[in-house]
């Protein structure tokens, strides 16, 4: 009689994780408020603009303005710190695809740099091998809600005259050496996504603490207008990337319970990595003294495959799924510079807009070769989703406890 799930036996666990996003009668007033208000986009209606100052305020920004989504955010705060065609921007190479593809579509060059081993974040050595003549920003990405080495970056970026822009896109009031992330460079992004911890379903922010850079970015995000500006007057090269008034209500109302469940992430985070101590071969990923918080977006764990009989990390993953792990995940199966995006010949369009004659500056991304980012996608990095962190104790001890399950009963897993 199989023990492992896999294999046919009982699983360990029958109930879901806490599901999300998470919604009560205060979301449905404040839609309703919306709706009935007749003021249904920003430019009318007051909860995008309400939200931008509550969610900058939270976040320790001067300024923020709400859009479209964080990668179209990603493109805005890279315009305002003035990066343009052919410049070059490093980006990790472990990372989603918008925080390259950004830069991409003005026409700048993403310039890939590895990824520090116990965090996955932005390596400052492999950040400063990578600095030439032609780069002008570094793109740290707070990956799964934990501060990449801003000491470390922002030292580089003052030496070499660069600007800084945080792809904050997974980490609401995380912090580094005391502050929440998104405005220790020139400027910083966060999504609103779905699947992120605080959500409309689709949303985005650019956050800085300069004025100017504030009004750029809205005077892009709003067709090139301006405050005092004629409705049809349009006076830089803009587009519409509004959020509306319901996402604006929703993000409000969800902002309300985001530090509780920030809160009860941190706790269910800091009792997970005690527990995993029993767990020969899945280590969390160690936190550096200098993040004083992890948003917790995800949970990262490094799998080892020896301790794990060779099975290899697709299969123990399936193994947890059948045993009720179902929110665990193998992560970004590609480094970014292998997505094939990245490989095709210009960049998959017949006519790529933004290249602007540059295509002969572009690298050849199937040269690149960061091993700490390929070790992760293809062996390493497993992810925990937030949701699971929501949970009580014994979600967290279940976790662990398959762990130990499959371990126990290796010659099981098909
Ligand atoms: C690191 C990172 N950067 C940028 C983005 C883009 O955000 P959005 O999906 O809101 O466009 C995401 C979203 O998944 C992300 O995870």
Known sequence: MAHLAIAGGTALRQAPFPAWPIWDQSDVQALQRVLQSGHWDALKGEEVSHFETEFA?????????????????????????????????????????????????LGAIPIFADVDPQTYTLDPDSVAACITSRTRAIMPVHLGGCPA??????????????????????????SWNGCRVGTLGQCGIVSFHASKNLTAGEGGMVLCNDPDVASLVRSLSNCGRQPDGLWYAHYLLGGNYRLSEFQ????????????????????????????????????????????????????????????FGGIGKLRFIAAMRAEGIT??????????????VMLAKNFGLAKPPFLNGSHAAVPDYGAVACPVTEY??????????????????????DVVAAMDKIQRHLDEVP
């Open 248 to 307: 604006g209500a929703v993000l409000r109302s969800q902002l309300q319970r985001y530090p509780g469940q920030f809160a009860r992430r941190q706790a269910n985070a800091a009792y997970l990595t005690e527990a995993l101590a029993a767990i020969d071969g899945v280590t969390p990923l160690s936190a550096d003294p200098r993040v004083t918080a992890n948003a917790y977006h995800m949970y990262f764990l490094k799998y080892d495959n020896e301790r």
């Open 57 to 105: 305020a939270y976040q320790g920004a001067a300024h923020g303005v709400a859009v479209t989504n964080g990668t179209v955010a990603l493109k805005l705060a890279l315009i305002a710190a003035g990066v343009g065609p052919v410049d070059e921007v490093i980006v990790p190479g472990y990372t989603f695809i918008a925080t390259a593809t950004a830069a991409l579509e």
């Open 327 to 340: 929110d665990l995940h193998a992560g970004y199966s590609l480094p970014a510079y292998r997505q094939p």
């Open 149 to 174: 080495d801003m000491d470390g970056l922002l030292a580089l970026a003052r030496r070499h005259g660069l600007a800084v822009v945080e792809d904050a896109a997974q980490a609401w009031g995380a």
């Open 376 to 397: 992760a996608c293809d062996h390493e990095a497993l992810w925990l989703r937030q949701n699971v962190l929501l949970g009580e104790r014994r979600d967290m001890d």
